[in-house]
Nanobody, 113 residues
Framework: QVQLVESGGGLVQAGGSLRLSCTASGVIVSANTMGWYRQAPGRQRELVATIASGGWTNYADSVKGRFTISRDNAKNTVYLQMNSLKPDDTAVYYC???????WGQGTQVTVSA
């Protein structure tokens, strides 16, 4: 009965910011390692960031210093704050429950030059 629903995607100009949300049901996000992934056209899906149950975070080199993964336990939601966006960040962004391999449906992020 696990469901992950991403939202917050859209069109933004280069240098802009966007916050993605992953709202979970059937799972407590604070008890899991959660991840954000992205898949651009013609490319494989890649890991963007993770946050562990203890709060430890990891980031892909391409987004370090620009993106921040966080969670709101009361809302059972994981966020990805995306700053200084680049056209190369254009992709469908997915939320994942690590280990258990639950995925959301994805949300489109498009960064224009």
């Amino acid at each position: 009965q696990v469901q992950l629903v991403e939202s917050g995607g859209g069109l933004v100009q280069a240098g802009g910011s966007l916050r993605l949300s992953c709202t979970a049901s059937g799972v407590i996000v604070s008890a899991n390692t959660m991840g954000w992934y992205r898949q651009a056209p013609g490319r494989q899906r890649e890991l963007v960031a993770t946050i562990a149950s203890g709060g430890w975070t990891n980031y892909a080199d391409s987004v370090k210093g620009r993106f921040t993964i966080s969670r709101d336990n009361a809302k059972n939601t994981v966020y990805l704050q995306m700053n200084s966006l680049k056209p190369d960040d254009t992709a469908v962004y997915y939320c994942r429950r690590e280990f258990w391999n639950n995925w959301g449906q994805g949300t489109q992020v498009t960064v224009s030059a």
